[in-house]
């Protein structure tokens, strides 16, 4: 059993950033990052897979996916921030996959989740 510890999460004015940390108990071949607003569907977010790394149209360009090895941690830079991004931010893993993905179907495990709230 995974275990998944997120960290970073805040309130921001537009145009701003933060910074997500999620702490896995063990290695992880695919981890991912993803978001659900009130009344809306879980979407993934971000996605890393080895040296691959995959995003969401909506965050291309202002969100950057990395992974820590020798922490087995998964960090998800976020920058230029937007009101749509106000969310919950969940941390995903997936033990043994191939390839990134954005779906939540393709991850067996979950964090808690941690707010993230951008104010205009």
């Known amino acids: 059993q995974v275990q998944l510890v997120e960290s970073g999460g805040g309130s921001v004015q537009a145009g701003g950033s933060l910074k997500l940390s999620c702490a896995a108990s063990?290695?992880?071949?695919?981890m991912g990052w993803f978001r659900q607003a009130p009344g809306k569907e879980r979407e993934g977010v971000a996605s890393?897979?080895?040296?691959?790394?995959g995003y969401a149209d909506s965050v291309k360009g202002r969100f950057a996916i990395s992974y820590d090895n020798a922490k087995n941690t998964v960090y998800l830079q976020m920058g230029s921030l937007k009101p749509e991004d106000t969310a919950m931010y969940y941390c995903?893993?997936?033990?043994?996959?191939?390839?990134?993905?954005?779906?939540?179907?393709?991850?067996?495990?979950w964090g808690q989740g941690t707010q993230v709230t951008v104010s205009s």
């Open positions: 995903a893993a997936q033990t043994i996959g191939w390839g990134f993905s954005l779906r939540a179907s393709e991850y067996k495990y």
């Open positions: 890393i897979w080895r040296d691959s790394k």
């Open positions: 063990e290695y992880t071949d695919r």
